[in-house]
């Protein structure tokens, strides 16, 4: 693929293309696989108050239902890659859908610890697959322009997501057995994503991978009508045939693939270990510990993150193809750090602060969340629908995801028994480090992949240019 340059000015050829509204369709509606992502992924932190009172669990038993949810989008991140590729983005979209829809009602109706821990690892498979599926559908289906900005929907549509959740506990957090309503809740958009991928083609570079070009050909068409759709087919043949020497199904792993799947882990590793879901999952619980005295005031704030995720993840969809993935990086690890330094510090002098401790907490986790949204959030998913090869996207976003979904596994189930083991503030200063690490880590092992063909990512990789060189 003739990959189109980025230029400042604007007043280049790349700048004047015409893109058709079907691709932005298609985005949008691909894109709900994340509000549903964010939907299941934020309810939890409401309903946990009312769960563990009506069940009476502690923190062990606390921790087991929210990670239920991550060993099942393990399972789910680590067995789709595959079928995936084999069955195409779209069918697995669908699948999606119909998994959030039954898991949603079962978890509504689910009658005791058992059976509800269990109902929410079928929403974790769902989670695990559109993780995965849906930045690498957006990722195949956007020319490279305007590619940051279209994966960068995903996160927008996980934030919505989240919001919608935290608004949704909020209207319930008053009404008896309300936890119910709000995990029953996520059964509205498993149903639009049904019906709108039911439409949907599937990507071009997977019909070509198929053998399928007329169909590829007509879906480049669609979404940009004066691309050389012949010109991008013959371009993406040629690599599949430098990746496949031989006509035998069996994928053969090549040391120049092992750069960019160690880069996916350590991205995913980034994103979780500098404790973003212990605010995700746990806000309301911090924030009581904090000083807000009740379930339904503690709900009430954590909308305001919701808000704030939300709006400050607009930055990155306008910022990404202009200022470029890496200079997002830093500012938002830099800034993490800085809040998760001045939580563990408003805990660890809790006594000199008082009344305000509440208030000094919400407004670090604020912060926190804003930085983290315009960042880590977007930007590494983006990443990691870029950096691997075609034949091997599959896999290798399957095993960056699953490996997403461990390392959350390991910090949301860590989360309140370190906080009773080494305290509050000690697990803010752990998870600020981290972020310090991070930093130097995106500096020399991270790859500027700002107007660049995923074509061309490629290449480099086979070439072994350092990433730093990209």
């Known amino acids: 693929m003739e990959t189109r340059k980025y230029s400042p000015d604007g007043c280049n050829e790349c700048n004047s293309t015409k893109y058709s509204p079907v691709l932005y369709l298609v985005a949008f509606i691909v894109a709900l696989g994340g509000l549903l992502s964010g939907y299941d992924t934020g309810v939890i932190s409401g309903a946990l108050l009312y769960i563990k009172d009506e069940w009476l669990l502690n923190d062990y038993m606390q921790g087991i239902l929210v990670s239920s949810t991550l060993v099942g989008a393990t399972i789910g991140a680590v067995s789709n890659g595959a079928m995936a590729d084999i069955f195409g983005r779209k069918k697995i979209l669908i699948l999606t859908s119909i998994l959030f829809f039954i898991g949603s009602i079962l978890c509504a109706i689910a009658p005791n610890i058992t059976l509800l821990i269990l109902s929410r690892f079928i929403v974790g498979l769902a989670i695990g697959i559109v993780t995965f599926a849906t ?96 010109k991008e087919i013959e371009e993406i043949k040629n690599i599949l045939d430098k990746e496949t020497e031989d006509k035998t199904k069996k994928f053969h792993f090549k040391k120049w693939m092992a750069a960019p799947l160690m880069l996916g882990i350590g991205l995913m590793f980034a994103q979780q270990w500098t404790g973003i879901n212990t605010i995700i999952y746990y806000a309301p619980t911090i924030l009581k510990l904090a000083g807000f005295e009740t379930n339904a005031t503690a709900i009430y704030a954590t909308v305001g993150i919701g808000v ?44 000199e602060l008082g009344a305000c401790l509440k208030w000094v907490s919400l407004l670090a986790a604020l912060l926190y969340i804003s930085f983290f949204s315009f960042s880590l959030g977007p930007i590494i998913l983006l990443l990691v629908s870029e950096i691997f090869p075609l034949k091997f996207r599959g896999l290798g976003m399957s095993i960056s995801t699953m490996s997403n979904f461990l390392f959350n596994f390991t ?60």
């Open 135 to 230: 930045p690498l559908y957006l990722s195949e289906i956007s020319p490279e322009k305007i590619r940051g900005s279209l994966v960068s929907l995903f996160q927008l549509a996980i934030t919505l997501g989240i919001l919608f959740s935290y608004l949704i506990n909020a209207g319930f957090a008053n009404v008896q057995y309300g936890w119910r309503f709000m995990l029953l809740a996520g059964i509205i958009p498993s149903i639009v994503l049904l019906i709108g991928m039911s439409f949907m083609s599937d990507t071009p570079r997977w019909l070509v991978s198929k053998g399928r070009e007329d169909e590829a050909r007509a879906v480049f068409k669609k979404i940009e009508p004066e691309i050389n759709a012949d």
């Open 308 to 351: 704030v995720n939300c709006l400050m993840t607009f930055v990155a969809i306008f910022l990404t193809d202009k200022a470029g993935r890496k200079p997002l990086l830093y500012a938002g690890l830099i800034g993490m750090a800085i809040c998760l330094f001045a939580l563990g510090a408003a805990f660890q002098f809790q006594s």
């Open 411 to 470: 910090v949301t189930l860590s989360f309140l028994p370190l906080i009773n083991k080494i305290s509050e503030n000690n697990t803010f200063y752990l998870y600020g480090v981290i972020a310090i690490l991070c930093i130097f880590y995106v500096y020399f092992m991270v790859p500027e992949t700002k107007g660049l063909s995923l074509e061309t990512i490629e290449k480099n990789w086979i070439k072994r240019i350092n990433p730093r060189d990209f």
